[in-house]
């Protein structure tokens, strides 16, 4: 909290009043996000502007591309040339679109335009954003170790009496569970809704290098550091095995390989999360509560670190401006709340200073994407010192064997194009379920061999192996 007064006190002299001649003098910043659109976003927009239009001289435009064709608009929006100014990225984007020249240097611009910024987000965070020594995005300080949880429904945890405490660990545990809810629910109810983003965490055990590719990896805890195809490991084979078979089984959902958004009423949820995770997944679920778990971690990986990153683009006109409402948006606790819960009176309402009720579940904009956790209000039921507990996780967090290692692309650009474009071929009825394994996995990886990913393996094997000398 200590911390929290006192950048919120730098970000007072940071942000003095600006006198502007007229609103038709003031940029406005389009920054581009990932997610379900909220039905009121223009409305939004315009309370939103209206708070930082005299801090830092600019409006906003949030403008948004679905889960399921985010990484294709981005491609589309950097290959055009379509103008905008921020863009959130993450590790599978980051590092291409650095090399392509997509974003801003902003090294020297950080601590001299957004001090606050640079204050408040920690030297690891820095390090962990940089290629070729200089930093192109500024990184989310939030849940930066990784932590995966599954859950239930808490209508569906007790009408089926599932223990949430510890004894559900793999997929294979969580089987007899989905087939006991199928059979009491019925045909048309599925356990597993999904979309074509599949299920999230699958590779959790293997380090992906930062490099976007997710049969490239290496296991998180092999002190030798060998690089494999992860989809030839057999526990990754039998995990996607079961998924395959809870497909046909009718377990998940027919469409999830073609679907960009998720059904709602899930019966069960799992993601990357944190304390209090629960009650935003609920909130874009429509249900009443969800009954979360840990499975996995947490771990830092180079990845993790990167896994919400907001970079400006290098054509943007409005540099500084764009760089200043990142600042404001990760210091300022009245904005930070607007990007994360939408008008105040209209979507959330306060309960105290530090604490928020949900009005209505219409301003579906991820939080994770926007700034840091910490200084969010907490959502109403929710355990108050979430933050803390999250902050607590990243310090008790294990390091993956590769922590701070990021694959440089560059010596194999052409054969990571082509193995790129085999990966997005496949992945998608991969990742749900929907194609069998036996079939598809061969397949994938006789069409990623004869696209070079032999050497591209080499290339990360070297880079590893000189990284960690």
């Known amino acids: 909290m200590k911390k929290f007064l006192a950048v919120l006190l730098v970000c007072v002299i940071c942000f003095p009043t600006v006198v502007l001649a007229s609103s038709s003098d003031v940029p406005t910043l389009i920054w581009w996000v990932c997610g379900g659109e909220p039905e009121d976003l223009a409305e939004g927009n315009k309370v939103i502007s209206d708070y930082i239009e005299d801090k830092i001289g600019a409006r906003l435009e949030i403008r948004i591309a679905g889960w399921g064709d985010f990484g294709e608009r981005m491609n589309v929006l950097v290959n055009s040339g379509e103008y905008y100014d921020i863009m959130f990225t993450d590790s599978g984007s980051y590092d291409k679109f650095v090399k392509l ?22 030297q690891d965070l820095w390090d962990g954003v940089l290629s070729g020594g200089k930093i ?47 059979a009491g629910e019925g045909r048309s109810f ?19 290098l930062a490099a976007g590719l997710p049969p490239l990896g290496v296991r998180v805890d092999d002190g030798e550091r060998k690089v494999v195809n992860v989809f030839e490991q057999e526990e990754v084979l039998a995990d ?32 990357q999360g944190w304390p209090g995770a629960e009650i935003s997944w609920a909130i874009n679920s429509g249900v009443r509560a969800f009954e979360i778990f840990p499975v996995d971690g947490p771990i830092y990986k180079t990845g993790s670190i990167q896994g919400s990153l907001n970079a ?38 306060y309960v105290s200073d530090n604490v928020i009720r949900k009005l209505t579940d219409t301003w579906t904009l991820p939080g994770y994407q926007q700034a840091t956790f910490f200084n969010m209000s907490i959502v109403e039921g929710g355990q ?8 607590a996780l990243n310090e008790s967090a294990s390091s993956s064997e590769v922590l701070g290692f990021m694959f440089n692309r560059e010596p194999v650009a052409n054969e990571m194009a082509n193995c790129l474009a085999t990966w997005d071929k496949y992945k998608f009825e991969l990742m749900t379920g929907t194609s069998n394994p036996h079939n598809a996995v061969p397949a994938m990886i006789a069409e990623l061999n004869a696209n070079g990913f032999g050497k591209i393996m080499e290339e990360a094997q070297r880079q590893i192996d000189e990284y960690f000398q």
């Open 101 to 122: 020249g997509t974003f801003a240097d902003i090294t020297e611009m950080v601590p001299e335009v957004a001090p606050a910024l640079w204050d408040f987000v920690p």
């Open 384 to 391: 108050l010192d979430q933050w803390e507990q999250v902050e």
């Open 240 to 271: 996607f095995q079961l998924l395959h078979q809870w497909y046909v089984d009718g377990l998940i959902n027919v469409d999830a390989a073609v679907i960009n958004e998720s059904p709602k009423l899930n019966s069960f949820i799992n993601g």
């Open 136 to 182: 192109y995005s500024v990184p989310t300080y939030k849940d930066s170790s990784m932590t995966q949880y599954w859950g239930f429904s808490d209508v569906v945890a007790a009408k089926y009496e599932i223990d949430t405490t510890g004894s559900i660990t793999t997929l294979q545990d969580l089987d007899p569970i989905f087939r006991e809810v199928k």
């Open 312 to 349: 400006i683009y290098a054509g943007s006109e409005h540099k500084e401006e764009a760089l200043k409402f990142l600042e404001l948006a990760n210091t300022d606790h009245k904005l930070r709340d607007m990007l994360a819960y939408g008008i105040e009176g209209k979507h959330f309402e």
């Open 190 to 208: 599925y356990p597993i809704n999904m979309n074509k983003e599949g299920w999230n965490g699958i590779l959790f055990d293997y380090d992906d």
